[in-house]
């Protein structure tokens, strides 16, 4: 692969960390994130991986994330827990809760995190497996800015909204899948509108409200939840429930606090584990996770289908042997950068090119 260099996922880390310390997080920020950024990478999850460094810079640069806030865990209730992350970015407040969670879900059978004031340029997927490698089952809710309409609508007014959720198995790691709420994700128009590509209907539409194929015109109007009207019951609860619920920003007021446009928008996350044992007389969890398992057993029978979360199996035990190919034009950028030098090209990656060009540019300034 020319255009790509390959990077051991100790390399991955090391770059993270020492950019994002050299651009003012402070040591256990830097860490939380280059561990989100590395198992990305690590998973070939490659939107929430290096590519993502420059937002998180960008919104430090904007002012916007706090370079070295220390959240902060409260009790609310015997089975609700809080963490404040003010205004940081989340992989910190997110390890903070974590451990705390899992073991109040022991105690009490289920319990709830509701992560505050927390930046969220992640995918979901890491604190559910967390969990569920703990014997829990986990779910995770995130909104985001507003890009997508609701069914019938016309108006961008729910984030992509993604919900993940985690089930333990016996000798295997936790099946998880984690989504968004809409038809596609924005990185994908983005990337077409860069390659002069057009969209497959369904999933945007237009200013004037109409269906459109063309990527520009589908970033200036909004997108489409999945399903029709199903999807967008979905966008809508994951609004309710990582905002309202745990007294957060709803999509549309996470864009508006986002002054810089810098793609990071502050809100909440609502993360749920039960512990299966805890769900039945007598708690024998063995035999509820061989009872999931012939599910999984059933649905591997028929042709052509697979489980959410083997593909990142598969490729987590390649990228740790034989790590990762990073796109050159990345690569080079990131490693200018580390060098402390600016940044002379603007490359659009392989995703958001447009939020990336103007984080790139907060990069070198
Ligand atoms: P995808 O459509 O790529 O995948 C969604 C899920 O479906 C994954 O769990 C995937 O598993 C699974 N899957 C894909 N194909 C199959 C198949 N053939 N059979 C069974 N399962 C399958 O993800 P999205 O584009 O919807 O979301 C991408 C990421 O973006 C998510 O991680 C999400 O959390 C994140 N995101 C974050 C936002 C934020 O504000 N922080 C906003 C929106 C999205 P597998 O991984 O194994 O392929």
Redesign the pocket.
Known sequence: MNDAVRMNLAEVHATATELLLAQGFNDIHAEAIANTVTAAERDE?R??GLFRIPFYVNALKAGQASPDAEPTLTTLAPGVIRVDAHNGFSPLALERGDEPLAKLAQQNGVAVLAVNNAL??????PEVERLAERGLVAFAF?S?APYVAPAGGTKPLF????M?FAWPRLDAPPL?????SSAS?RGEIQIRMRDGKSLPEGWAIGPNGKSTTDPKTALAGAQLPFGGFKGSSIALMVELLAGPLVGDALSFEAGERDKAKTGA?CGGELIIAIDPARCVPGGDRKAQLAHGELLFTKILEQEG????????YEARKRTVKDGVFVPRSLYEDLQTFRAGKQIKKLNDYEGDSLIHEQALKSLAS
């Open positions: 999850c939107h929430h969220n340029v992640a995918a979901l997927w995130v985001a984030g992509t909204n993604p993940a998880v899948f984690d989504q968004a994700a928008p289908t697979r489980l959410p979360s083997d593909r990142r």
